[in-house]
Nanobody, 126 residues
Framework: VQLQASGGGLVQAGGFLRLSCAAS????????MGWFRQAPGKEREFVAA????????NYADSLKGRFTISRDNAKNTVYLQMNSLKPEDTAVYYC????????????????????WGQGTQVTVSS
């Protein structure tokens, strides 16, 4: 499956952005979807994940309440709504797909994912 992330940009602290990740090539509903981010000089870290049907979600503890993952299987797209953005949210954001038919599967580890998008830059100014 090919993944194309978009929606990044420059925003002031306290603002919001919605990232999108469009999938193509294989049945989107066969995959749990996740978002990760990588700030300069840091390791890539888990942000959020959604099961193949979107009924189960999982978030990094530090981001709960500000970020929301959702998906539209009819549009082959997963979204990340980011509110109350902070300068420390500045990073390249990546979407990823993990093949699974388990509706409870919302993986957090990088090596659980099979496919990755190219990333979209999010910069939050203070």
């Amino acid at each position: 499956v090919q993944l194309q992330a978009s929606g990044g940009g420059l925003v002031q602290a306290g603002g919001f952005l919605r990232l999108s990740c469009a999938a193509s090539g294989r049945t989107f509903s066969s995959y749990a979807m996740g978002w990760f981010r990588q700030a300069p000089g840091k390791e890539r870290e888990f942000v959020a994940a959604a099961s193949w049907n979107g009924r189960n979600t999982n978030y990094a503890d530090s981001l709960k309440g500000r970020f929301t993952i959702s998906r539209d299987n009819a549009k082959n797209t997963v979204y990340l709504q980011m509110n109350s953005l902070k300068p420390e949210d500045t990073a390249v954001y990546y979407c990823a797909a993990a093949e699974s038919a388990n509706s409870f599967y919302t993986p957090q580890r990088l090596n659980e994912y099979d496919y990755w998008g190219q990333g979209t830059q999010v910069t939050v100014s203070s």
